[in-house]
């Protein structure tokens, strides 16, 4: 939900993607035929892949922090309003869970939205959709650090390629424009990704007990509370009437469209096709990002940012084949699942 929205995705934005929903599986018949699900996931990743030239020509038009506030906080507002219509009252959590993930939810749509940003408006925008991409190397080596989960040596090696092909990215990001800052804008999306794979491997235990959708909103609405407080400032100084209808549009992209519109249909891809499958659409989102940034902003990448893009990609598929296995119950008694995905 790169923002992610990310993630847990995704994360998150990925980017801003938001956290995996439980799959509840689906016949092979299902599986096997391109569809109507399939359509829908091609629609997601082509809609997170935009979503980071969209954010960048916005926070060129306005404060970046004050854009941040806008568009989390209606995505924060829509998410809830579909949680309640589609989860209802009923699959609402525990006071204590509840309170849990409002907590969790302003590190993980808080403090990462705000180190994003703070990247994206330094640097490129493709070369944030590849570091953002190696966001499940984080999660899968914060796992193990949790203990939650088992590196299998395949495992390893993806994560390994993973991590080598960011690096080629976040050490070249300023060479393209000769720009220093392009170097600490990179390094603020690097800590982004490393915060929110924290998130993720935190939310894990609540996954098993909290349907997703209020989960999402849960956290998201407590991110969306710092990030608006943090706009504020520069909020106070905007004339929102005043606001060409392309800012207000960047606005509702980056928000509804990146924040719910995508997670539903990751959602339901995640529903009837499951994790693997799914996930792999979502591998498309640096590829067409890469390609939009080079064609709307002009951000031609240069060779280490392809090559370090192709050891991610590579990274990701090698991992998405790797068996993760639990390495135990988990903090909250709840054992935890053996799949075949980092996130």
């Not at 790169?2 to 689906?26: I, K």
């Not at 993806?158 to 976040?170: E, K, N």
């Not at 170097?183 to 929110?196: E, K, P």
Request: charged share 10%.
């Amino acid at each position: 939900m790169s923002a992610s929205a990310a993630a847990p995705v995704p994360v998150a934005e990925a980017s801003t993607a938001l956290p995996a929903p439980e799959p509840a599986g689906a016949s092979p018949d299902a599986r096997a035929r391109f569809g109507m699900t399939d359509a829908g996931l091609l629609l997601m990743a082509l809609i997170w892949g935009v979503n980071f030239t969209v954010v960048k020509a916005g926070i060129s038009a306005m404060p970046a922090a004050a854009f941040n506030g806008l568009r989390v906080a209606l995505a924060a507002l829509v998410l809830t309003v579909v949680a309640f219509a589609i989860a209802g009252r009923r699959h609402f959590p525990s006071r204590r869970d509840a309170a849990a993930l409002l907590a969790m939810g302003v590190l993980g749509n808080g403090v990462y939205q705000l180190l994003f940003i703070a990247g994206l408006s330094r640097t490129r925008a493709g070369i944030a959709a590849l570091v953002v991409a190696a966001g499940p190397a984080w999660i899968a080596l914060l796992s193990r650090l949790f203990g939650r989960e088992r590196l299998s040596g395949r495992g390893w090696t993806g994560i390994g390629l993973q991590m080598f092909g960011m690096l080629c990215v976040v050490a070249t990001a300023g060479a393209l424009d000769a720009d220093a800052s392009a170097y600490v804008g990179a390094a603020f999306i690097m800590l982004g990704s490393i915060v929110w794979a924290l998130f993720t491997v935190l939310l894990q235990p609540y996954t098993a007990r909290v349907h997703s959708l209020h989960l999402a909103s849960l956290t998201l609405a407590s991110g969306a509370v710092v990030l608006f407080l943090a706009g504020w400032p520069s909020l106070r100084t905007i004339d929102l009437t005043a606001l060409s209808l392309e800012v207000w549009g960047a606005v509702v992209y980056a928000g509804v469209g990146a924040l719910v519109i995508a997670y539903l249909l990751f959602y339901r891809g995640v529903r009837v096709l499951g994790p693997t499958r799914t996930a792999m659409y979502g591998n498309l989102q640096p590829i067409i990002a890469l390609f939009v940034a080079w064609g709307a902003l002009g951000e031609r990448p240069g060779l280490w940012q392809a090559i370090g893009g192709v050891l991610v990609m590579t990274g990701l598929l090698v991992s998405r084949t790797a068996r993760m296995q639990p390495a135990g119950p988990t903090p909250h008694g709840t054992p935890t699942v053996a799949r075949d995905q980092d996130r």
